[in-house]
């Protein structure tokens, strides 16, 4: 597929390409996106939740970026290395072929931890290409003011809380704030931009072509030996291996955190208010994560959450909403202010621009059985839990026996008040089911018939007051009748056998009322509106789900059908957003950790299913 790379022009004379028209790399520390036309569009430094210094996604004039092109009409095309995240973007022109290598080298963490690198390799394969760069970074979301520096083939970049030496084997020109480099390549012949954040201990480190060709082969290496580790074998082995890849990348090493995404406020509704900040841990998604990479068998990620969540002590939290939180900073942190960025345009003109996330104040109940699923699963196929984490887990659980049975925002985070939703008590049941599973298996103490009255509760009202005789349906809030994605988790969680007559009557209903071909809505804002104005698109999440629970229904033609449709949905490199819109368009923070490890189980559980 070969893209055209011209951005889309506002009548302010800002430019935009696709969402979708971007890869991702990135060192387990933070990530930065690569578009089709070979321009750096973000980028926040030293790590995922840091302000931006390319941020041209949210604001083509004042957001900062990193260009490089051929100087000629070319078209693109964009890969990813075999098995890895180096991502590669070629150049097709008249008169020659040429490449960018986009790389972060995966560093050791006992060596040079504080060491942050991108690496751009240009390599000339036919021909002869001109290229140009053009690095303009905008320091603290586009509002500090920096100075560059530029000695021979070294620039810095200075701000007052950050410093960045880019290093090159083409020349450099500068006017104090931003660098040029005009060049010519041959056949066989490359050049290297390195871009490091320095400071007192980090001194700037050129980057010759050898060393720069040594630290991509390295790369290589890193992500191809951790991918070995995968055990799916599959039917979409190679969607399975990048949705993995995407998720190791959401990773942060030093702490083991799980971020939702690496972006914030890229729209939900181009010109609309859904903007939100989704580089923080989300217990929801950092959970069904872990569940992810268990089902491919990598138990050493699970275990570094297992351990952020051990030494945060985010199981013994004692907040107003309950012990948990619904998301926390990569370094544990439970303060998450939200503010806007009013200076920048937005995507498109999408205002506002959010920093930090006011959902950290919401009760969810459903998180809980999302993580104790998490701990179940990682006990069983991991390691055995501590003592101590047991410990923890049980006094969640006694909570949970007294507050399971009461509003919250729910899984969506709406902003319109608590009510009695269901997929809450839905998970609140799991979390419980779970917990004895683990205390009978292996004989743990616990107050079973304490948690077993509280389960068998919650179960009765889900059946009595969680389903609609009106709609022939479980619906989306206690003695309601408006339908809801999420109860596509009911039989996932084990709650109800899949060819159960009531579930099948739900699986109908949802068709009919929120499944447009193969995409599934979260639900109707008309019908229940959830604080917010406009519409949004179909969520990527639940279309996944939606495949399984046909696949679990038995109805094998249709899960197939409609998961090989889902496909055609992500980009030239198999990533996706949050959501799709009216025209098949990615829409939301991407690419999206909870899109990715639902494609993962969708896709195992459909090709055990087939056989």
Known sequence: MAFDTTRFEQADGCRYIPISQHGLIGDLRTTALVGTDGTIDWYCCPRFDAPSVFGSILDADRGGSFELAAEVPTRTRQFYFPDTNVLITRFFAADGVAEIQDFMPVVDESREAARHRLIRRVVCVRGTLPFRARIAPRFGYGAEAHTTHLEG??????????TLALTATAPLESDGLDVWSYFKLLEGESNVFALDQIGDDVPARSCPRAEAQEQAEATVRFWRHWLAGSRYHGRWREMVNRSALVLKLLT??????????PTTSLPEQIGGERNWDYRYVWVRDAAFCVYAMLRLGFTSEAEAFMGFLSERGILRGTGESGPLQIMYGIDGRIDLPEYELPYLEGYLGSAPV???????????????????DSIYLYDKWGQPISSDRWDEVGAVVDWLCEHWDQPDEGVWETRAGRRNFVYSRLMCWV?????????????????????????????RQIMRRGWSAERGAFVRGLDDHVLDAS?????????????????????????????????????????????????????????????????????????????????????????FAEEIGPTGEQLGNF???????????????????LG
């Open 591 to 609: 690419p999206q950790a909870f899109t990715h490890l639902s494609l993962i189980s969708a896709a195992f559980n459909l090709d055990r299913a």
């Open 252 to 261: 942060y090493a030093p702490t083991g955190a799980i971020v939702a995404a």
């Open 354 to 372: 959010r920093v930090g996330n006011a959902a950290t104040g919401q009760l969810q109940l459903d998180i809980y059985g999302a993580l104790i």
């Open 431 to 459: 979390a419980l089911e779970r917990a004895m599973r683990m205390a009978n298996r292996r004989g743990l103490p616990a107050d079973l018939p304490r948690w077993r009255e509280s389960r068998d509760a919650i179960y």
């Open 153 to 162: 083939h070294t620039a810095v970049f200075r701000s007052p809380s950050l």
């Open 487 to 575: 109860l596509l988790m009911m039989p996932m969680a084990k709650f109800i056998s899949p060819t159960d007559p009531k579930w099948l009557s739900t699986l109908d209903a949802l068709t009919t009322d929120l499944v447009s071909d193969s995409l599934v809505y979260r639900y109707d804002p008309t019908a229940s509106p959830d604080g917010l104005h406009g519409p949004e698109g179909t969520f990527s999440i639940c279309s996944f789900w939606y495949v399984e629970a046909l696949a679990r229904a038995g109805r094998l033609e249709e899960a197939r059908l409609a998961f090989e449709k889902m496909l055609t949905y992500g980009n030239h490199l198999g990533l």
